[in-house]
Every structure is written in C-alpha cells, then in structure tokens.
C-alpha cells in the first residue's frame, strides 16, 4: 500500500518532503504533483523502478525518460548546450517544457536514446518539486503519469492513489496540479523540433 503524504503546494513540510526522499533513495517509486500533470520518480540509478515505471504505462525500452532537475545549472551537467540554445532553453525555464538534448558523460548510458545519446530534460515550477529535489540533491528519473490508453496525465493525488496503490510506494498530494503534460522540444540536431504541444506556448520555439 502506498504512502499518502499530504503536502502543502506553496511551503512543503520538512517532514513530508523527507519521508518522499528517504522512499526514493531506498529505492521507491513515488508519485508526485508537477506543474504539467502527475509524474512517476526514482533514483537517477534505481534500475528496478525504471522498469516499474514502463510496466505501469505500458510502454518499451525505447521511450525516452525525462531527467527532472532542481535548476539551470544541474540541466547543464547533464546536457550538451550552445549558447542560441542556453537562451532558448533558460528562457523557458522552470516551466512546463521537455526539452530533448545531446547528454554528458553525467547520464547513465542506459538512459541515453541508443542512437542519437540525447536525454530529456525539464525544470517544473513547482514548489513541492523543487524541495524534492533540493532534499534529493540530484535530479529525479521520471516520466509523466499517462496511464495506458489514456492521453492526459493523471492530476489528482487520490486518484492516483486509489489506481496505483500497489503499484507505486508513496503518493504526494498538493492540491495543486497542472493539467496538461509539456511541451516537448527536440534539439537533438541544434535545431528546435516541436514533437508534443502541451502546457508550455510552442510558438518561441516554432
């Protein structure tokens, strides 16, 4: 059964923050409020709960997982950027955007994409998150909650935990959540590609 934590969404308590990040360094799957939807979070290293988070989409090994970071800086040891994308890109950020990057020697290569080595990454604004991550202090292995057959995230915490309540190990409700998954933007090739129009305006990017 999972964990339910009950998480103010503008002053998260201590407490609850660091019983999520004592599950996700144990090894758990955590459920967690962004601000485009709910999200599915492990350890950058937790192999298990990579495979936890396909079996409960549905999805192959050929989908690209989001690496959700704290800030700017700890974006920029995990991905490639040139100066026109460092702008676009921080621009942008932290908001509901995904963008797709050649990755460092930083990412596992397991999460790299087998042929083009990019990565995906994204800076939510949002509170609860970013104390997640400021108490982790590396950034989270995660994909948005989009159950099988359906095309939009998942947004409310009891929801989440009455579907998924054998499946993940805590539930973080806010109150607050985001409805709509990113705006995913592809820079494998230097050039911006709009693969997904979500939360975040496509248009700086088109």
Known sequence: MARYLDVHPVDPQPRAIGQAVALIREGGLVAYPTDSGYALGCALGNQ???ER??????????H???LVCRDFAQLGQL??????????VKAATPGP???ILPG??????????????TVGVRIPDSRVVQALL????????SSTLILPGHEEPMTEGWVVKDELDHLVDAVIDSGECGTEPTTVVDYSDGTPVV???GAGDPTPFE
Request: proline content about 6%.
């Open 104 to 117: 460092t020697k930083e990412v596992p290569r397991r999460l790299l994409h087998p042929k083009k080595k």
């Open 195 to 197: 693969t997904r129009v």
């Open 134 to 141: 400021d108490e982790l202090g590396e950034p989270l292995l």
């Open 48 to 50: 298990e709960g990579k």
């Open 64 to 66: 690209h997982f989001t």
């Open 79 to 88: 991905a490639h950027i040139d100066n026109a994308v460092f702008r676009a």
């Open 97 to 99: 955007y995904t963008f």
């Open 53 to 62: 988070i396909l079996r409960i989409r549905h999805l192959d090994e050929r």
